[in-house]
């Protein structure tokens, strides 16, 4: 009889991802996995460690896991991820519910470390977080409609207020050969929506070709059968060059959602979090994409509250907000991190910090509002996710949203719609920052 493991990932979309192959690597091994961590023989915990909120979630999950271990509800617990490449020895030391610990060079290696913990061993290893990236199978922890392709690992930009390139080491870039293979059993295994992630996509290719190389890799990945939307994740700025703005523009495929971390929009604030690129330079990049690009949809993330940003510096990101219009804006209040140099800066109240993230996300939800009424009668193309009995209406996503950040449409339709198909949908109204609409062939029979 196999031995039982569940498994609780936490995080990013990159996160996930090695949650999949170490799922993958355990069921080659004979592993059962389990759906529901409840009741098993060794729970994972994959989590993140990037700001507070993520390591308060992580903390979270280890003490709850804790508890159904001492209820006889599962046996050993393995942490892996960046909380535990980040706090090795403080988990072990305080945490004693707490029997193994893998850290993220280690991925390859939980086959090993779940063997020893089931055989009553304690176990922890770390080895380079800097070392080639390993090429190994997943199992999807997402529908079988989409799949997140990881591009690469680790991050070289090492902003001011970021731990990353500590946690997950220097860019490491995959084979071009591996990421298209990889695509295509994705596409034959029937998922339709790819979305291209890594720390910093833009960069993709330049450790390993010598040259950046994202906009040859959307090319064949737009070449390969099955897929019907590609989506781009975390484009960095300032490596956006023309001949990457053409292929976001003329592939067909990949949708007109760009997401770009822009993080401030004050040069003396950008220079402070180390970032590339001014002002200027962020706003002739915007005006140009959206020029080029009809319907396109920007999403960005911003950290308010950073060292330096007084009344005035708030202002003009919040005159930028109102000026240029992102679709898509996720704010975050600035948390000092240890071993970054934003930490050792003297640093704004962290309640002011707070206070200004809510002030966007008021400002925002306004944009949105307004982006929202912008789509009443357009006739969109939607990929339906499910049926909720309750509401009674079919629910999915445009374009314009990326799964588990962005909103959903709701819709109603005279026939049966299969979870993970393309429907035509028009919109007919608004409800909670949310699209509602009808299947557009019902709108016609009603014409008729």
């Known amino acids: 009889m196999s031995h039982t493991v569940g498994m609780i990932s936490l995080g990013c979309a990159k ?10 690597l355990l069921r080659q091994a004979g592993y059962e ?26 903390i979270d999950n280890i003490l709850a896991m804790g508890a159904l271990k001492q209820e006889g509800s599962v046996g050993k617990i393995l942490v892996t991820g960046c909380l535990a490449q ?35 061993h304690a176990y922890q290893r770390f080895d380079d977080i800097n070392a080639p990236v390993d090429e190994t199978g997943r199992i999807l922890t997402t529908p079988e409609y989409y799949a997140y392709l990881k591009i690469a690992e680790g991050c070289d930009n090492h902003c001011a207020y970021c731990v990353i390139p500590s946690l997950r080491g220097k860019y490491r870039s995959r084979k071009m050969e591996d990421l298209l293979a990889e695509a295509r059993a994705l596409a034959s295994d029937g ?31 737009c070449r390969i059968d099955g897929f019907v939307w590609i989506r781009v994740h975390y484009l960095y700025p300032d490596e956006m060059s023309d ?30 979090m180390n970032r ?24 960005t993330s911003l950290i308010t509250g950073l060292p330096g940003e007084g009344e005035a510096e708030f202002e003009e990101l919040c005159a930028f907000l109102r000026e240029y219009r992102l679709e898509r804006v996720g704010a975050f209040a600035f948390s000092p991190e240890e071993g970054t140099r934003a930490a050792e800066m003297e640093h704004p109240d962290s309640e002011v910090a707070q206070q200004r993230a809510e002030i966007v996300a008021e400002l925002q939800s306004r944009i949105m509002d307004d982006y929202n009424e912008s789509r009443l009668g357009e006739t969109m193309q ?33 026939r049966h719609i299969k979870t993970g198909s393309f429907v035509d949908v028009r919109v007919i109204d608004t409800y909670d920052g949310e699209l509602v609409g009808i299947l557009e062939e019902d709108t016609n029979d009603d014409c008729e």
């Not at 790819?194 to 040859?216: C, F, H, K, N, P």
């Open 15 to 24: 996160n996930q991802v090695n949650a999949e192959q170490m799922l993958y």
């Open 33 to 58: 996995i389990l759906p529901d961590p409840d009741g098993a023989e060794l729970v994972i915990i994959n989590t993140c460690g990037f700001i507070d909120s993520a390591k308060s979630e992580a």
């Open 86 to 120: 980040r706090y090795q020895q403080e988990i072990l030391e305080q945490m004693p519910e707490v029997d193994g610990i893998l850290g993220t060079g280690s991925y390859y290696d939980i086959v090993n470390a779940v063997n020893q913990l089931l055989s009553g």
């Open 191 to 221: 998922v339709k929506e790819l979305i291209v992630v890594a720390q910093d996509t833009s960069r993709y290719g330049i450790d390993l070709y010598g040259e950046r190389r994202l906009a040859d890799l959307l090319r064949e990945l």
């Open 243 to 272: 001949e990457l703005i053409d292929v976001l523009k003329t592939e067909a495929k990949i949708v007109k959602y760009l997401d770009i971390p822009i993080q401030h929009i004050n040069d003396a604030i950008l220079r402070r």
């Open 276 to 299: 590339r690129g001014n002002s200027a330079y962020l706003k002739t990049l915007l005006t140009r994409l959206r020029n080029e690009i009809p319907g396109l949809v920007l999403r």
């Open 382 to 414: 939607v990929l339906c996710e499910g049926y909720d009995p309750e509401e009674d209406s079919y629910y999915g996503r445009t374009y314009a949203d990326s799964p588990d950040i962005d909103g959903k449409i709701w819709f109603t339709a005279s």
